[in-house]
């Protein structure tokens, strides 16, 4: 398969900015088809992603369909941390470099905030998204038992922004 630069600018009919509310059952059905077959968001969690991530929450779209998106936030603790809570991309639009612009596009926000680091939670079974955020330069920092309920663990991975 042929490989491409995760930050090579993506063909011009997909786009990417900030989601607004009536792209939320785009969201969720991107959501519903990406995670098939695992536990889902309930559609009221994007709503309230909305609510306080702003420009943290960007789509990808192609022609008037969301095909994609990505959702962070900010973390006050001792340091100023990014969090990516989710992404997602359409089967039928995956290895085409949407999930590597959107995960850009979320970090500039977040370093744009302040955030020197980000961080984010992978399923162990996943391998396509641990291989996919290992290509993007995080690291696998540490492993939660339970993190998510019973003999759901999570991998904490992270990239240091600057
Ligand atoms: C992970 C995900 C967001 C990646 O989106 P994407 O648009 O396909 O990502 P990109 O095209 O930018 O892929 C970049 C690299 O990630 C890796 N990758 C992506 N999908 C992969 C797959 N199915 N198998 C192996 N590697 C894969 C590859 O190295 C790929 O580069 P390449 O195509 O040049 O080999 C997408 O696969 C997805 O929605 N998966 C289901 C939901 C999920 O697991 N989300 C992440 C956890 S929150």
């Not at 994007?46 to 192609?62: H, M």
């Not at 359409?90 to 596009?105: F, K, M, V, Y």
């Not at 984010?120 to 993190?147: C, I, K, M």
Request: glycine residues 8%; charged residues 25%; hydrophobic residues 40%.
């Amino acid at each position: 398969m042929k490989h491409h630069d995760p930050t090579a600018p993506l063909p011009p009919e997909y786009r990417i900015r900030q989601c607004r509310r009536e792209d939320l059952f785009g969201v969720i059905h991107v959501d519903a088809m990406a995670f098939a077959g695992h536990d889902l968001f309930p559609g009221f969690f994007f709503v309230q992603a909305l609510d306080i991530c702003g420009d943290g929450f960007l789509i990808a779209d192609f022609h008037n369909e969301i095909v994609g998106y990505a959702i962070a936030a900010r973390r006050q603790d001792e340091v100023l941390q990014g969090w990516i809570l989710s992404t997602g991309v359409l089967p039928d639009h995956q290895r085409r470099g949407i999930g590597s612009n959107l995960t850009a596009q979320v970090e500039l926000f977040l370093a744009r905030a302040g955030v020197s680091a980000t961080v984010l939670t992978v399923d162990p079974e996943n391998a396509t998204a641990l291989r996919f955020y290992q290509r993007l330069g995080y690291e696998q920092v540490s492993r939660f038992p339970d993190h998510f309920g019973e003999r759901e663990d999570r991998i904490l991975m992270k990239r240091r922004l600057n």
